[in-house]
C-alpha cells in the first residue's frame, strides 16, 4: 500500500493559560491523538468547543495559534515529519501542499486589495505558475464554486460581495496553488442555511473535481455528514470514536456521538394564545440613517405572555432590525408598539424605567455582552440594585436563587467571565435578564454560537423559565431546528417584510410560499445523501418552472 498523505501518530499539543491573579501555567489540550488520511479523501473532525479541532487542523499546517505548542508525537504530510522541519521549509508546505479555510472568510480577506489579488498570491508567490495561469485558474475555480460572472469577479473587493460568495472565494483562494490537503475549519458555520447549501455544495464539488484531501472542521455532525468519507469525534483533547460517516452517523458505538446524533430532541407543545398579547407590533416601517430605502415593511406580529414567537429569516432579512425597533434603538418611520396594554415610545430615551425593566435582552455573544472585570455576582446583581434598589444580604441571596434557576449554583459567584464556558456565559446572560423580572425577554441569535448539545441545555432551560417566570420570549434565529423546539407562533421574514406568520403548527404544514419552502428545505438532515437529495430535488423544480 502507497503511504497516507497525512499520518498523524500520538499527538500532543500543550497551552499556556493565565488564570486571573494566577502565575502562567502550561496545560495539556490535546492528548496523543492518531489518524491516517488518504489522498482524495475527506475526515470530518466534530466535536464541541475546546475538543481540539481546529488545533489539530491548524497542526497539519505545523502552526500552533495563541501561544499553543505542539509538544509530542509526529505530524507526517507526504512522508516528511513536518514538526521537524524549519521555520523556511514550513513556510514552503504552506501554500503548495496544505492550505487552510477559516471559519469567517470577511475577517480573512484583506480589503483593501482585489479578490483575484489575493487568490492567485500564493501560487504566484510559491513559483507554482505564471501569473496568467493562476488567473486562469482562479476563474475556473470561481465558475466551479457557482459565483457569479467568474472572468470579472476577481475583480470585486471583498465588501463588494455577500458572505457566501466570499467564501467560497476563500475556497478558491485555498484550492488555486492545487495543494494535495485543505483544512476547512468551520467554513458554513456563520452562514444562513440557505446560503450554507450552496456552499457546501461547492466545497463538495471542488473536492471531487481537484482530488484534493481534506480535514473538515465543523460542530454540526449534519454537515459533515455531507462531504465527509469518515468522522473523528473528539471530547476535551481526546478522540472518542472514529468511522466511516455511515457508521458514525447511523450506529454511533460511543454515548457522546450517540448525544451528539440525537441533538435537538426537544418536545415542546405548541400553547393557545391568551385574548391579551404582551407586544404587539403594527404596521412598522423602517430604515437606517443614511439609506434610501426601507429596511423593515409594514411589520405586524404579536406575542402573548408565556409564549414564545420565532422569527426567521437569512441574513438582511430584518430579524434584528426588528428588535431594534422594539427595543426603541431604533425609532420607525411609521407604525406603533404596544406593550403590556401600552404605547411604547419609539425612541428608548422616552421610555420609563418600568419600560425598561419589563422589557429585556440577551444578545448572541456572551463574550462581548459582559464586562470581563466583573464578577458573575456583580453581573448578576446590578439589575437586582438598579430596578428594586436591593443591597446586602437581600442582593446576594437573591443572586443565589438565581444561580440555582440557571442551574450553575453559588459557586460561580465571585468567577470572571474569563472563567466559564460559552454556555455558562449565556446562563449567566440570562440571569441577568431574569433579575429584572421582565414581562418579555428578546433572545437575539442566543444559541448560534454555541456547540449543538450546549444549545440544546440552553433551549431547556429557557422553556423550563418560561413555565416558571411565565416570561414572553420573542426569538430570533435562522436556525429552524430550534425553531421546531421552542416555538408557538412563527414570523418568517425575508427582505425586511412578514411573508409567512402565524402558530407553529400552520407556519410549517403546506403548502407553503417559496421562500419558506426554501428555508425549511435548507436545514441539514442527519442522513447521508442528503445534499444530494436537495440540489436534485431543486433541479427539477426548476426545471418545472
Known amino acids: 500500500m502507497s503511504q497516507p498523505l497525512v499520518d498523524i501518530r500520538n499527538l500532543k499539543i500543550g497551552a499556556t493559560v493565565y488564570p486571573p491573579g494566577e502565575n502562567p501555567k502550561k ?6 491523538v492518531s489518524f491516517t488520511l488518504e489522498k482524495g479523501k475527506v475526515l470530518g473532525l466534530i466535536g464541541e468547543s475546546g475538543a481540539g479541532k481546529s488545533t489539530i487542523g ?7 495559534r495563541g501561544g499553543v505548542e505542539l509538544t509530542g508525537g509526529e505530524v507526517h504530510v507526504n512522508g516528511r515529519d513536518i ?6 521549509d514550513l513556510r514552503k508546505l504552506r501554500g503548495p501542499e496544505v492550505t487552510y479555510v477559516a471559519q469567517s472568510a470577511a475577517a480573512s480577506f484583506n480589503p483593501a486589495k482585489q479578490i483575484m489579488e489575493q487568490v492567485t498570491e500564493a501560487a504566484i508567490k510559491h513559483k507554482l505558475c505564471s501569473k496568467s495561469e493562476a488567473e486562469a485558474r482562479a476563474v475556473e475555480l470561481f465558475r466551479k464554486l457557482g459565483l457569479p460572472n467568474p472572468e470579472t469577479f476577481g475583480s470585486r473587493y471583498p465588501h463588494q460581495v455577500s458572505g457566501g460568495q466570499l467564501q467560497r472565494a476563500m475556497t478558491a483562494l485555498a484550492l488555486c496553488p492545487q495543494p494535495d490537503l485543505v483544512v476547512f475549519d468551520e467554513p458554513t458555520t456563520a452562514l444562513d442555511v440557505t446560503t450554507q447549501i450552496d456552499v457546501l455544495k461547492a466545497i463538495k464539488d471542488a473536492i471531487r473535481d481537484t482530488g484534493v484531501a481534506a480535514l473538515y472542521i465543523t460542530h454540526d455532525l449534519a454537515v459533515v455528514a455531507q462531504v465527509s468519507d469518515e468522522i473523528m469525534v473528539l471530547r476535551h483533547g481526546n478522540m472518542v470514536e472514529h468511522g466511516t460517516t455511515d457508521q458514525i452517523i447511523n450506529h454511533p458505538r460511543e454515548e457522546y456521538t450517540q448525544a451528539l446524533v440525537s441533538v435537538r430532541s426537544i418536545e415542546h407543545e405548541e400553547k393557545a394564545p391568551t385574548p391579551e398579547p404582551v407586544l404587539k407590533v403594527e404596521q412598522i416601517t423602517a430604515r437606517y440613517k443614511g439609506l434610501n430605502f426601507d429596511v423593515l415593511k409594514d411589520v405586524n406580529v404579536e406575542l402573548h405572555p408565556g409564549q414564545t414567537l420565532a422569527v426567521v429569516g437569512e441574513s438582511g432579512s430584518g430579524k434584528s432590525t426588528l428588535a431594534r425597533v422594539i427595543t426603541g434603538l431604533l425609532p420607525p418611520r411609521e407604525g406603533k408598539i404596544n406593550f403590556a ?10 421610555r420609563t424605567r418600568e419600560d425598561l425593566r419589563e422589557l429585556q435582552m440577551i444578545y448572541q455573544m456572551a463574550d ?5 472585570r466583573q464578577t458573575v455576582g456583580t453581573i448578576i446583581g446590578r439589575p437586582l440594585e438598579f430596578y428594586f434598589g436591593l443591597k446586602g444580604a437581600e442582593k446576594q441571596k437573591r443572586i443565589v436563587e438565581l444561580l440555582d434557576e440557571i442551574e450553575m449554583g453559588e459557586k460561580f459567584i465571585d468567577r470572571y467571565p474569563a472563567e466559564l464556558s460559552g454556555g455558562q456565559k449565556q446562563r449567566v446572560c440570562i440571569a441577568r435578564a431574569l433579575a ?6 428578546i433572545c437575539d441569535e442566543v444559541t448560534s454560537a454555541l456547540d449543538p448539545l450546549v444549545a440544546d441545555g440552553i ?26 423546539a421552542i416555538a408557538d407562533s412563527i414570523a418568517v421574514m425575508y427582505q425586511g417584510e412578514v411573508v409567512r406568520y402565524g402558530p407553529k403548527s400552520q407556519v410549517l404544514a403546506p403548502p407553503f410560499d417559496d421562500y419558506t419552502d426554501l428555508l425549511l428545505s435548507s436545514v441539514p438532515e442527519m442522513k447521508l ?16 418552472n
Open 27 to 32: 496545560i495539556e489540550i490535546v492528548h496523543g
Open 58 to 64: 491548524l497542526a497539519t499546517l505545523g502552526y500552533g
Open 83 to 88: 514538526l521537524a522541519m524549519s521555520d523556511r
Open 341 to 350: 396594554g401600552r404605547s411604547l415610545s419609539s425612541d428608548f430615551k422616552g
Open 368 to 372: 462581548v455582552a459582559m464586562n470581563p
Open 436 to 441: 429584572a423580572k421582565p414581562k418579555m425577554i
Open 459 to 484: 433551549l431547556k432551560l429557557l422553556l423550563e423559565l418560561q413555565k416558571i417566570e411565565d416570561v414572553a420570549y420573542l426569538f430570533i434565529t435562522h436556525d429552524l431546528a430550534t425553531v421546531r
Open 529 to 544: 445523501g442528503w445534499l444530494e437529495d436537495v440540489i436534485a430535488h431543486r433541479k427539477m423544480e426548476s426545471a418545472g
